[in-house]
C-alpha cells in the first residue's frame, strides 16, 4: 500500500501521475502481452482484464493504455473491482500478492521488484510465454 509507504503525502500525491494523460502514454507494451492475449482469444479462451485501479484514473488508463496495447480487448472484458477473490474466472494473473492470495482458482503471479519476496500457492511467471507455459500445463 503505497499510503503506508509515504505517509507524509497525500493519497492524492502519491497518485498524481496517475491522473495525467501523458502518463498513460508512457505506459510500455510488456513484450508478448499483445500476442499472449490474441493467441488465448483466437483459441477459444475467454480473457478478462481485471483492474482495481483507482476510478479518477480508468478513463485515461482504458483510453491511452488498454485498448491501445490490447486492441482485440473490449469494454465488456473489462471488470473493475478490488474484491479479485470474487471473479468466478479459472485463473487469475496479477502483480498484486494481496489481489491473489484469497482467489480460489489458479494464481499466477508476475515478478515485480515489491513482490520478489512473497511466498505463497502459486505460480510465478516473469514473461508472456511462461503464462502460456502455465495455461498449458493446468489444461493437461
Given at each position: 500500500?503505497?499510503?503506508?509507504?509515504?505517509?507524509?503525502?497525500?493519497?492524492?500525491?502519491?497518485?498524481?501521475?496517475?491522473?495525467?494523460?501523458?502518463?498513460?502514454?508512457?505506459?510500455?507494451?510488456?513484450?508478448?502481452?499483445?500476442?499472449?492475449?490474441?493467441?488465448?482469444?483466437?483459441?477459444?479462451?475467454?480473457?478478462?482484464?481485471a483492474t482495481a485501479s483507482?476510478?479518477?484514473?480508468?478513463?485515461?488508463?482504458?483510453?491511452?493504455?488498454?485498448?491501445?496495447?490490447?486492441?482485440?480487448?473490449?469494454?465488456?472484458?473489462?471488470?473493475?473491482?478490488?474484491?479479485?477473490?470474487?471473479?468466478?474466472?479459472?485463473?487469475?494473473?496479477?502483480?498484486?500478492?494481496?489481489?491473489?492470495?484469497?482467489?480460489?482458482?489458479?494464481?499466477?503471479?508476475?515478478?515485480?521488484?515489491?513482490?520478489?519476496?512473497?511466498?505463497?500457492?502459486?505460480?510465478?511467471?516473469?514473461?508472456?510465454?511462461?503464462?502460456?507455459?502455465?495455461?498449458?500445463?493446468?489444461?493437461?
Amino acid at each position: 500500500d503505497m499510503d503506508r509507504m509515504f505517509p507524509e503525502l497525500t493519497s492524492y500525491q502519491i497518485y498524481e501521475p496517475l491522473y495525467l494523460e501523458e502518463f498513460w502514454d508512457n505506459v510500455p507494451e510488456r513484450p508478448g502481452m499483445r500476442e499472449l492475449v490474441e493467441k488465448l482469444q483466437c483459441s477459444g479462451h475467454e480473457v478478462y482484464i481485471a483492474t482495481a485501479s483507482k476510478y479518477s484514473t480508468l478513463i485515461n488508463k482504458f483510453k491511452k493504455c488498454l485498448f491501445k496495447l490490447f486492441p482485440t480487448i473490449k469494454l465488456s472484458d473489462i471488470i473493475i473491482t478490488y474484491h479479485k477473490e470474487l471473479l468466478q474466472v479459472d485463473m487469475l494473473v496479477d502483480d498484486n500478492w494481496d489481489n491473489l492470495k484469497a482467489f480460489p482458482g489458479i494464481k499466477v503471479l508476475v515478478n515485480m521488484p515489491y513482490n520478489l519476496d512473497v511466498v505463497g500457492d502459486y505460480y510465478r511467471v516473469s514473461t508472456a510465454d511462461e503464462i502460456y507455459k502455465v495455461i498449458q500445463i493446468e489444461n493437461e
